[in-house]
């Protein structure tokens, strides 16, 4: 029996690309959606099949928001016959400049079905200062 077309074309995959996926491709494939409300900023990003032990949410000097963890790859084992290998593994690394209404002290982060939720609250401006008359000479 004849083969597909389908598998001739497979057979082809990853001729054109290198099969080596560098740690810094996985840096680049962490998609994080940044929003504001009228109470908070709300980063979210989609982590599946990550555990919270296995990310870092840390803010740093200059009001930098990063967050980062690693991607383990699944070891093959001996007797493992694989047709394809198309998750990637590695470090990631993503870094935002929080503005200055940003309330750093009060920052929270949530992880609910792969879904890492950081909320950063925004700081109640500050309170009108009065104002003190200054008489002009002249």
């Not at 077309?5 to 690309?17: L, V, Y």
């Not at 290198?18 to 940044?34: C, F, M, Q």
């Not at 500050?126 to 104002?131: M, S, T």
Request: charged share 35%; net charge positive.
């Amino acid at each position: 029996r004849g083969r597909s077309f389908q598998d001739i074309w497979d057979s082809f995959d990853g001729f054109f690309t290198s099969n080596i996926v560098s740690e810094t491709t996985t840096l680049a494939n962490l998609r994080i959606d940044w929003k504001v409300t009228s109470d908070a900023h709300v980063f979210k990003a989609d982590l599946p099949g990550l555990k919270k032990e296995e990310v870092k949410v840390e803010v740093g000097e200059g009001r930098i928001l990063q967050i980062s963890g690693e991607r383990r790859k699944e070891q093959p084992e001996k007797n493992d016959k694989w047709y394809r290998i198309e998750r990637s593994g590695g470090k990631f690394l993503r870094r935002f400049r929080l503005p200055d209404n940003a309330s750093i002290g009060l920052i929270k982060a949530t992880m609910e079905d792969g879904v890492l939720t950081v909320t950063v609250p925004i700081e109640e401006e500050e309170k009108k200062r009065d104002f003190k008359a200054i008489k002009i000479f002249g």
